[in-house]
């Protein structure tokens, strides 16, 4: 019997010795420990302007090019959006610049057709690919090339859609801004 609950205490010390070593002080004595993730999604901290939380996304080495339903990153959805702030923090923080939605366009398309010239600029200079074409074989100079008034009806159902997300078009700032966007993209 004695030597039954000397075994057992070996094995526990052993079990003990061994698992000591896994200790997450222990892992990477000397480096900073990642801090969790928050709760929201990356997306859904972008869309409610959350930038704590897409700061804290960033830290924790979360996938900033994790798509929802419609192939949009968080960049992308900063684009959309005009989440100027996100937007720089997801392009400081590795995000993918050339990602592409369900309709191939990619974060550089979405901020110049809607005019968000900050994120554009950002874009730029971080190195976005301005000949990438989208599913209609457009490239983001492309899209605010032609006539306000031709794609305003797109803007329009856009802002229905997406109006109730938070998603605010000033069709006046559009229209005087495209021409200034092309140029942008053009240089």
Do not use: W
């Amino acid at each position: 019997m004695k030597s039954t609950v000397t075994a057992i205490f070996v094995v526990f010390v052993l079990l003990g010795i061994v698992g000591c070593g896994n200790q997450s002080g222990d892992q990477d004595a000397g480096q900073p420990q990642r801090p969790d993730p928050p709760a929201v999604s990356l997306q859904e901290a972008v869309v409610v302007g959350n930038l704590a939380a897409v700061r804290q996304h960033i830290a924790a080495g979360s996938d900033l090019d994790v798509k929802d339903a419609y192939g949009s990153t968080a960049l992308i959805v900063a684009a959309t959006f005009g989440a100027t702030d996100a937007a720089i923090a997801l392009i400081d923080g590795g995000a993918d610049l050339n990602t592409t939605n369900n309709e191939g366009s990619t974060p550089l398309h979405i901020s110049a057709f809607f005019c968000h010239a900050e994120i554009v600029e950002a874009l730029l200079a971080a190195g976005a690919d301005v000949n990438a074409t989208n599913n209609d074989g457009r490239t983001a100079l492309q899209s605010v090339e032609g006539a306000f008034e031709d794609l305003r009806p797109v803007y329009e159902q856009l802002g229905a859609d997406l109006g109730p997300l938070g998603l605010q078009l000033d069709y006046e700032h559009i229209e005087a801004s495209r021409p200034l966007i092309a140029e942008m993209l053009r240089s």
